[in-house]
């Protein structure tokens, strides 16, 4: 019996994905809660056939060096694939996995959650009751907005953004998105309406992002497009950090000049104890949480686990982040 191929996993994924893997490789599982460091990760990779990776490693060509000519699939444990080196993965010939789809709902609910939390101060009145300063009702005690009939606006309308918007029916919304493109299909499912970037971030009541990180969206939102908004408007990013100036929120927050804020993703992640974000009362900030439902990231365990079986048997992942890898 040949041996089996080595793998990298460099996390503790849910068991459901490792069980799959363990019966056509031979793994190493990296045990600790914070990601290996990057020179460990080096030498943890040598002769590996396949890595199993996260947002939180650096996936370049010295790590694929490191692997060597014998590595065939990286398996990444994400939608998101902007740690890895792409172009270097699909120039060697390797396949790259990700989880399309998996999150998709579970991002989108955890959306609303942190949009109904901003509006109606859920977290500030939950601080208030602990802190020992609720002495009675009061009729301007902790306003907060109104969600239904207020105007949403989404960027980036994929398949979170969509999900986002199909819940927006039930509290009467009227939803206006940008994208790069634009979309008669999901207008017509979703009654949203495309809009100029300028013109959303004008007229809506909540902003929510919902882009990929990229050169283009780096600091989509920055300072010339927050005073834009509302005074009123609330801002929502269940995207990444790097897509929101942080300096520029903390400004803005501060001085009045939007009133709120929830983010699941910070620019840099994890955020820093000191940073001066934590100061805010009018910003939630969660630690990147919004797929982490059981179900979610239990799917996503199963789909990096078909990928890296499929790449180790050298088939076609069925979720590939590098198609163009197949031509030719």
Request: glycine share 8%; hydrophobic share 45%; aromatic share 6%.
């Given at each position: ?76 444990f994400a939608v ?37 939390a901003a509006a ?209």
């Amino acid at each position: 019996m040949s041996a089996k191929p080595k793998v990298l996993v460099t996390r503790q994924i849910p068991s459901v994905g490792l069980e799959m893997m363990r019966e056509v490789a031979e793994m190493e599982v990296w045990p600790q809660e914070l990601p290996p460091p990057y020179e460990t990760l080096l030498e943890r990779a040598r002769g590996k056939a396949g890595l199993v990776t996260l947002l939180t490693d650096r996936v370049d060509a010295q790590l694929m060096d490191a692997a060597g000519e014998g590595l065939v699939v990286i398996s990444q444990f994400a939608v998101g694939v902007d740690n890895i080196d792409l172009a270097e993965a699909t120039r060697r010939g390797v396949p790259v996995g990700h989880t399309p789809g998996a999150l998709t709902e579970a991002t989108a609910d955890f959306t609303w959650a942190l949009l109904l939390a901003a509006a109606r101060r859920v977290l500030e009145g939950d601080r208030f009751v602990r802190e020992g300063r609720w002495k009675t009702w009061g009729p301007q005690l902790l306003l907060g907005v109104d969600v239904y009939g207020a105007t949403l606006g989404i960027i980036g309308l994929g398949r979170i953004g969509a999900a986002v918007a199909r819940r927006a029916r039930g509290f009467a919304m009227q939803v206006l998105y940008h994208d790069r493109r634009r979309k008669p299909d999901l207008e017509r499912q979703l009654g949203v309406k495309w809009v100029s970037f300028s013109d959303l971030l004008r007229r809506s009541d909540f902003i929510s992002l919902h882009t990929p990180l990229n050169d283009s969206t780096y600091h989509l939102i920055g300072a010339e497009e927050l005073a834009q908004m509302k005074p009123q408007a609330i801002l929502i990013n269940c995207a990444r950090g790097g897509v929101l100036d942080p300096q520029a929120l903390y400004q803005a927050l501060k001085e009045g000049r939007i009133r709120a804020a929830a983010l699941d993703v910070t620019e840099p992640e994890p955020l820093p104890a000191d940073s001066p974000l934590l100061d805010l009362p009018n910003l939630i900030i969660a630690p990147h949480m919004a797929s982490a439902s059981k179900q979610a990231r239990d799917a996503m365990a199963r789909m990096a686990a078909e990928n890296l079986i499929a790449g180790l048997r050298g088939e076609r992942l069925p979720y590939c982040a590098n198609p163009e890898v197949y031509q030719g």
